[in-house]
């Protein structure tokens, strides 16, 4: 998957974020639990850092507002 960036969360884990630049679907961010409405950019944001290996964490990927995400555990 191109643009896809590599951070490090507060914990140690590792994501791969992807910014979309405008969303095709209407998804709930979990950092706020509000609506990401469809054409809103935001992050697709995922771990392969699982115990159940890295299809799992690909599968539990998450849409994040950018805001959130930026600011997550702050």
Same mark, same amino acid.
């Given at each position: 998957? $191109? $643009?896809?960036? #590599?951070?490090? /969360?507060? *914990? $140690?884990? *590792? %994501? ?9 679907? =209407? %998804? ?10 469809? /054409? ?8 392969? *850092?699982?115990?159940?290996?890295? =299809?799992? /964490?690909?599968?539990?990927?998450? #849409?994040? #507002? ?9």
């Amino acid at each position: 998957m $191109g $643009g896809v960036r #590599h951070e490090r /969360g507060r *914990d $140690g884990t *590792d %994501y791969k974020v992807h910014h979309i630049s405008a969303g095709s679907k =209407q %998804y709930v961010c979990p950092g706020c639990n509000g609506i990401i409405l469809v /054409g809103e950019a935001h992050e697709v944001v995922w771990t392969e *850092d699982t115990i159940w290996g890295a =299809q799992h /964490g690909i599968d539990s990927r998450r #849409h994040w #507002h950018t805001s959130c995400w930026k600011h997550r555990g702050r």
